[in-house]
């Protein structure tokens, strides 16, 4: 069998890749991949090849690369965005000079969700920059063509695709009023590419940090404090909570939106603000119906955080579960936990209760509740990926790394299963 450990080390030296998060049976076939591409007889001849050639290093990692994203993933995340910018007191027309980051931004649908929210929290755009970094060139042609299929659009509550998608025979195309708002840049978060960087008001880098280990995390995360403005805010993925905790940086104390901003420096007594909302308040977004007027006039139609997109389960209650998330969005987290488990109790077991469950008592510190609130959900649902992800994360943070790695890879191969 064909040895890859030389591939995942230049992997890892290259874009901090640690293999066993996705598994060397994914990397195998990538080389293998690309060494019939190539038309080469054997591995040897193809390690070779890669230290000649900088354009086949980067076919190698499109290869590794697997995008899994869609449009207001996490929409509490998006939700807190403009409560954040706002939390100074200055509305949103008043907001000048902004700078937000997207990265890794992968096919475009973090960043262009960006868009969307701001553009429906009333904020100009003379007020804001939007950057979006990837280090595959495939993924940013994606976000730059912006036509999108099914797989981009998930949950219930898609009326945004109805003000700011036009229908196509390829796909959904985004409209220029979004797209002129991010500027797309191909870069390394690890590499010298990002030291150029200006200083950003917000910077989004979820789901990225689990793939590397943790002398690598340590690195990316050190790249995102130097990024990042005294008072500004950075968003991470549900599963990497407790790295920015580990980093000292604070929570925004805003429950499922995995904000956070850099703590006081050593020695010093100052405390970050806790957020707090704008005394212009931001628009509320309300998903309406689509109406047949010109865009500018059209009503708001960003998803709310109610519409998170959420595990199928049998014998589901929606409207159960949908008050559980709002109290969870709210900050009501005891409330959130006693209809999860009236629910529970009344319609029985359910891997998306038992997930939510689980990131409710996460959000509340109760680590060990979660954890086995997930596992609850695995049991049920042995491909619940979100479940994966937490449970992989809380396993790490208590030192049980192999347990870690496996369920990780478990999460990876439901990626590569799913042709995302």
């Known amino acids: ?15 901090g890749l640690d293999a066993a998060s996705i598994g060397s049976a994914v990397v195998r076939r990538a080389v293998q991949e690309r060494l019939a591409a190539c038309q080469l007889p054997d591995a040897q001849a193809y390690w ?26 996490d929409p509490a995340s998006f939700a807190a965005l403009a409560r954040l910018l706002c939390e100074d007191g200055r509305p949103p027309q008043a907001q000048t000079g902004l700078r937000l980051l997207s990265v ?31 280090i595959s060139t495939r993924a940013l042609a994606w976000a730059q063509r912006a036509v999108y299929g099914r797989n981009s659009f998930r ?22 009023e979004v797209r002129r708002w991010v500027q797309f840049r191909h870069g390394n ?35 995102l404090k130097r990024l990042l403005k005294p008072r500004g805010w950075l968003f991470v993925g549900p599963s990497e909570t407790a790295l920015l905790s580990d980093h000292g940086f604070v929570s925004a104390k805003l429950p499922l939106a995995f904000a956070f901003r850099k703590g006081p420096a050593a020695g010093s007594e100052t405390k970050p603000r806790a957020a707090r909302a704008p005394t212009v308040p931001v628009r509320t977004w309300t998903p309406v119906a689509p109406a047949p007027f010109p865009l500018a006039a059209r009503p708001r139609l960003v998803p709310t955080p109610a519409a998170m997109p959420r595990a199928a389960a049998p014998a589901e209650a929606p409207s159960a579960i949908d008050r559980a998330r709002r ?68 396993l790490r943070k208590r030192g049980d790394e192999a347990g870690a790695q496996r369920l990780q890879r478990r999460a990876s191969r439901l990626h590569q299963g799913s042709g995302a």
């Not at 190698?60 to 994203?69: D, M, S």
């Not at 939510?356 to 649902?381: I, P, T």
Request: a negative charge; proline letters at 4%; aromatic letters at 8%.
């Open 1 to 15: 069998m064909m040895d890859v450990a030389p591939f995942e080390q230049l992997l890892k030296q290259t874009m």
């Open 48 to 73: 070779e090849r890669l230290g000649s050639s900088a354009p086949e290093l980067q076919e190698l990692i499109e290869a590794v690369v697997v995008p899994e994203t869609w449009f207001f993933r």
């Open 104 to 134: 890794p931004c992968s096919t475009g649908e973090e960043p262009y969700s960006l868009a969307m929210a701001l553009l429906e929290a009333g904020f100009p755009e003379s007020a804001l920059r939007i950057d979006a970094v990837d």
């Open 155 to 176: 949950g219930s509550d898609l009326a945004f695709r109805d003000r700011y998608f036009v229908a196509t025979a390829g796909g959904h195309s985004l409209v220029d």
């Open 189 to 223: 978060l690890l590499d010298g590419l990002m030291a150029e960087a200006e200083l950003y008001d917000v910077i989004f880098c979820r789901n990225v940090l689990i793939y590397f280990d943790r002398a690598t995390q340590d690195r990316a995360i050190a790249v």
């Open 327 to 394: 109290l969870a969005d709210q900050g009501h987290l005891a409330d959130a936990a006693a209809h999860c488990e009236a629910h529970l109790r009344q319609h029985g077991p359910s891997a998306g209760v038992f997930h939510l469950l689980g990131l409710v008592r996460d959000a509340s510190g109760n680590e060990e509740d979660a954890a086995e609130q997930y596992r609850k959900a695995l049991y049920l649902e042995p491909d619940h990926h979100e479940a994966l992800i937490h449970l992989a994360l809380l």
